[in-house]
């Protein structure tokens, strides 16, 4: 499956939604690798980087404003993949 353009955080299966809040964190190794925050705590509280600001980064982000390290949900694929079929009937 091609990347959709725009790719939006909550379709990317890297994305999780903070608890109690509308916001979501990436979990991404790559992106979490780079973080200040994700990497100096001792609790392993603070487990990913805020999807807003990830994707605020222009050119030196990680995933940046283009998702580059986008991926869809297991879920979504399921569907697009029983739309595919009902429709071939």
Known sequence: MEKP?????????????KPGTILLECKHPLVCNVD???LGTTTRVY????CDIERSKRWFGE???????WEQ?????KKCKEEDQS???
């Open 5 to 17: 353009y725009p790719c939006f955080c909550d379709d990317c299966k890297w994305s999780v939604q």
């Open 36 to 38: 200040g925050f994700a």
């Open 47 to 50: 487990e990913g980087v805020s």
């Open 63 to 69: 995933c940046g404003r283009r998702g580059r390290l």
């Open 73 to 77: 949900k297991e879920e979504n694929v």
């Open 87 to 89: 429709s071939d009937r």
